[in-house]
Nanobody, 123 residues
Framework: QVPLVESGGGLVQAGGSLRLSCAAR????????MGWFRQAPGKEREFVAA????????SYADSVKGRCTISRDNAKNMGYLLMNSLKPEDTAVYYC????????????????WGQGTQVTVSS
């Protein structure tokens, strides 16, 4: 069973917004840090954002800083990534992940993954 399931991707025009959701399945990740990653065609997967287990600490890749907000709702076992001012270069498959630690701000140590949701930004 895939432990995390993403939703909310789609096609949006440049300058638009999307909110991605991540639902935990089969277990809770309320004690784990969570993050979002993305992989564009022909490129390696890259870190986008991370949030601590309690939601009080966040980190962002420079490429999305100021345009994205990561958050979580432990009561609902959900994570979110709000993306504003989208650019064509944001086009990628976006993955939700959970780490074994309380907070992993630089994209390392993530062991639980979803299957991804496609985000396409048209110019």
């Amino acid at each position: 069973q895939v432990p995390l399931v993403e939703s909310g991707g789609g096609l949006v025009q440049a300058g638009g917004s999307l909110r991605l959701s991540c639902a935990a399945r089969g277990r809770t990740f309320s004690s784990n840090g969570m993050g979002w990653f993305r992989q564009a065609p022909g490129k390696e997967r890259e870190f986008v954002a991370a949030v601590s287990w309690s939601g009080d600490r966040t980190s962002y890749a420079d490429s999305v800083k100021g345009r994205c907000t990561i958050s979580r709702d432990n009561a609902k076992n959900m994570g979110y990534l709000l993306m504003n001012s989208l650019k064509p270069e944001d086009t990628a498959v976006y993955y939700c992940a959970a780490t074994v630690s309380r907070f992993s701000p630089y994209g390392q140590g993530y062991e639980y993954w979803g299957q991804g949701t496609q985000v396409t930004v048209s110019s």
